[in-house]
Every structure is written in structure tokens, then in C-alpha cells.
């Protein structure tokens, strides 16, 4: 006997367009929320999974996860790796569970990869060759990081494209796949159709392009007035190091690279220094986002501003289920 599917609401958008706050409004346990407590959140950012990285990830507080639950939030240390294999494993678990309750699972994030991963399957990549993986991780410690990634823009540069320069796991994993199979990752296709296990509602929030930026200005203004670089220095005083997955995130990297534009000690960098280059790499990585998912060819696009639309959309998905509030 088949198994009724379980229905998912994909509620993706790029940095700063508004995600969390609009997921508030609609589902927690506030009086005034629209739909009330029937939804839970999986949030699909693949930073908001690092204990101790709250300012800069916009991880929502305390109080606001208390209306509104989340799943896959404070589940690693920074040092610790998580890819999208992971977050299909954990969601897949996750929406199982809330579904089981008579909730309806929400995938809420801006980590396009991620979401997508979990929309079509994972891909099915050659498995791990440690002798070759270990060969380019001799190479990324005599060369530097920066000369591997370059060497990823020449045999995949689509890969690259989505890739920061620092993240070395995964420009090495990269390249571990094109010397293996002669093939660049991304040869190796997600899936043209949506799984199965699922009924997916793939809503997506976009605003204009210069409404955005500002967005993402203001945004990292109040992280550093609201104590980013007190958060950053205390993960540094933890032992976290420019090398470890977590630190490699918007709003934490940039330190680093303001150190070694400087040659200063990390925490005599100069924060507005910092500041800057967090709003422009957070711009470039919404414009990254935005490019990325609209390859979703059964996302529903919403301007961010119009709830009305988006909550008439929701209230069709509400009325084929009993969920309960």
C-alpha cells in the first residue's frame, strides 16, 4: 500500500528578503499570526546550523523560536563539516515527524543548494578517493587554497562560481571528482523531477534589486551595532580558526580577510573595513541566490510585499489537509 505523501512548503528566498520575519507572521503562536501554530520550520541555512555563529547568520532569537519552533538550527560546532547530504538525511527526518503531528513542515532558508537537493534528490557523485584526496589536500597546503580554486575555475567553473575561495573542502571535492572521472561535479545532474516522497509548494520571495541591497546594508549595520565582531572574537578566543567550515560564512570570513589585507592582529582589525565588505559579499551572494533558484522551473515567485497573495496561496494548501493548530 502506498504511503500518502507528505505535503512541504518551500519557502526559499535570498539574504535579507524577509524570509524568517514573514514565516512569524504567518505561522507562530502569536495571537496575531495569520495560520496560527499549524507549521514548523526546517530552516535550510547551511551557516544558522553552527553553535555560537547567531549575529551573523540572522539567527532568529530565543523568543521567536520559542513561537515558533525550528528544526536543523545549533546542531554543530563550526569546526564540524555539514553538507547537503546531511541537511536531506536531517529534513527528510524532520518533516516526517512534523507531518506525523498533523503540522505542516516548512523548508524556510536562503541556502538554494540545499533546497534544491532536497526538491530533486541528491545527485549520485563518484564515491571519496582518499589517495587522491589526500594528494590535492598536499597540494592546497604547499599551493594555498586560492591557487586550488583556481584551478576549479579552469575544469569547472560552474562549481567555482557558487564556491567561496576559502571553502577548501569543498574546492577540493571539486577537484577530486574531475581527477577521478575526467568530469567536472557538475556533470553529475540533480534529477529534472521533483521526489515523489512529497507534495511540494515552492514559494519564492524576490524584491527589487536595489531594494535588496539596501536590505543588506541596513542588516549588517545592525549586526555589527547589535555585537557581530564580540561574537566573532569570542569563537576566535574558543579556538575556532579561518580553516573551519563555520568561519567560512558571510559576516565571519571577512575578519580574516581584512587580517591579511592589513597584516594587524585579528582583533585590532578595522570593523568598518569589515563592515563593508560583509554588505558586499552578502550583495554578490544574494545576486548568486537569486540566479541559482530561478532554475526551479515549478517555483511560485511572489513579490515579498505582497502577503495578501501569498497568504491566499497558503490558505489553498491548509484547506486540503488536517493540520492542527
Not at 516526517?96 to 534528490?121: D, H, M, Q
Not at 557581530?228 to 572574537?233: M, P
Not at 565588505?277 to 511572489?302: E, G, N
Request: hydrophobic share 40%; net charge negative.
Amino acid at each position: 500500500m502506498n504511503l500518502p505523501r507528505i505535503p512541504v512548503l518551500v519557502l526559499f528566498g535570498p539574504t535579507a528578503s524577509g524570509k524568517t520575519s514573514l514565516a512569524g507572521r504567518l505561522f507562530s503562536s502569536d495571537a496575531s499570526s495569520v495560520f496560527g501554530p499549524v507549521a514548523r520550520i526546517i530552516s535550510a541555512d547551511s551557516m544558522q546550523v553552527y553553535r555560537g555563529m547567531n549575529i551573523g547568520t540572522a539567527k532568529p532569537d530565543a523568543d521567536f523560536l520559542q513561537k515558533l519552533p525550528h528544526h536543523l538550527i545549533d546542531i554543530a560546532d563550526p569546526s564540524q563539516q555539514f553538507d547537503a547530504a546531511q541537511f536531506v538525511e536531517l529534513a527528510d527526518k524532520a518533516c516526517s515527524e512534523i507531518f506525523s503531528r498533523k503540522k505542516l513542515p516548512v523548508i524556510c532558508g536562503g541556502t538554494a543548494f540545499y533546497i534544491k537537493n532536497f526538491i530533486f534528490g541528491l545527485p549520485v557523485t563518484p564515491e571519496s578517493d582518499e589517495n587522491v584526496r589526500n594528494m590535492l589536500k598536499e597540494q592546497a597546503k604547499t599551493l594555498g587554497v586560492q591557487a586550488m580554486y583556481q584551478r576549479l575555475q579552469a575544469v569547472d567553473p560552474e562549481r567555482a562560481a557558487i564556491l567561496h575561495v576559502n571553502d577548501e573542502y569543498r574546492i577540493l571535492r571539486a577537484l577530486e571528482v574531475y581527477e577521478t572521472t575526467g568530469k567536472p561535479l557538475t556533470s553529475f545532474m540533480l534529477k529534472e523531477e521533483m521526489r515523489d516522497l512529497y507534495d511540494f509548494y515552492i514559494f519564492a520571495l524576490e524584491r527589487p534589486r536595489q531594494e535588496l541591497y539596501e536590505r543588506i546594508n541596513l542588516r549588517v549595520e545592525q549586526m555589527m551595532n547589535d555585537g557581530l565582531a564580540e561574537e566573532f572574537f569570542s569563537l576566535i578566543d574558543q579556538g575556532y580558526k579561518q580553516s573551519d567550515p563555520g568561519m567560512q560564512a558571510i559576516g565571519y570570513r571577512e575578519f580574516f580577510m581584512v587580517q591579511q589585507q592589513s597584516g594587524c592582529d585579528i582583533k585590532n582589525v578595522d570593523l568598518q573595513q569589515v563592515a563593508e565588505l560583509i554588505q558586499s559579499d552578502s550583495r554578490k551572494y544574494a545576486k548568486k541566490q537569486m540566479t541559482f533558484f530561478k532554475t526551479v522551473k515549478q517555483a511560485r515567485w511572489f513579490n515579498a510585499q505582497n502577503e495578501e497573495e501569498i497568504i491566499e496561496s497558503i490558505k489553498e494548501i491548509i484547506s486540503k489537509y488536517d493540520f492542527v493548530r
